[in-house]
């Protein structure tokens, strides 16, 4: 990688987590969208969650949310999801129980795979630590190449800048994940679970 790309640092005070798509359908066992890796990586996202509350970091999780009415494209790319997934109001649509969102967290519904897309979410950062204070959104969850890249680009795209968790984002292939961190190394900064974890401790990244 050419070092020129990364000329930033991040400041705990102007970050925010955001959790992508943890819902059971992505995570549990046997499930219709099961990503073997993401749950591997419960506790490691669990411990950042915790870190990120200690340290009054708002948590922001998202929910994809599927129906053949307003996501063909979506559907005809994956056809299971015709007849099940992610659908509004059931079991499986929701987080999983191991990172239950706190009162005070916020949750994102999306039809399409960026958070950003026709939600709320630019609204919040603009707004939900003070007028235009966060300036940086720390990813993890899941799928690494689909939902968590689509919402780190769209991200970059609004001058957010970018934390990547290597470790806390999860595909169903090897190769796919390492495809975006690849990608990640332009559109923002690729960091482990612990390195996230100790630059919030610090204070700075």
């Known amino acids: 990688m050419d070092e020129s ?3 930033w640092s991040f400041e705990r005070e102007r970050s925010v987590l955001l959790v992508i798509d943890m819902q059971n359908d ?3 066992d046997g499930a219709v969208m099961q990503v073997t890796e993401a749950k591997k990586q419960i506790p490691a996202i669990k411990q950042l969650i915790s ?7 708002p948590v922001i999780y998202t929910i994809q949310e599927t129906d053949p009415v307003y996501c063909p494209l979506e559907v005809a790319a ?8 992610m659908r509004k109001d059931t079991g499986g649509q929701q987080i999983i129980a191991e990172l239950t969102p706190m009162p005070d967290d916020i949750i994102i519904k999306k039809r399409r795979f960026s ?11 603009r707004n939900i630590r003070g007028s235009n204070v966060v300036d940086t959104v720390i990813i993890c969850g899941t799928v690494t190449n689909i939902c968590c890249e689509s919402t780190a680009r769209d ?3 609004r001058d957010y800048k970018v934390v990547f968790g290597t470790d ?10 390492a495809a975006t961190l690849n990608n990640m190394e332009i559109f923002g900064r690729n960091l482990s679970c612990d390195k996230i974890v100790a630059a919030l401790d610090k204070g700075r990244g």
């Open 168 to 177: 806390i984002c999860s595909a169903n292939t090897p190769e796919a994940h």
């Open 155 to 157: 991200a970059f795209f």
């Open 115 to 125: 958070a950003f897309y026709q939600t709320d979410l630019e609204i919040i950062l």
């Open 78 to 85: 994956i056809p299971k999801l015709a007849a099940e997934g």
């Open 51 to 57: 870190k990120c509350r200690e340290h009054k970091l």
């Open 5 to 7: 790309f990364v000329k």
């Open 26 to 28: 992505f995570v549990l």
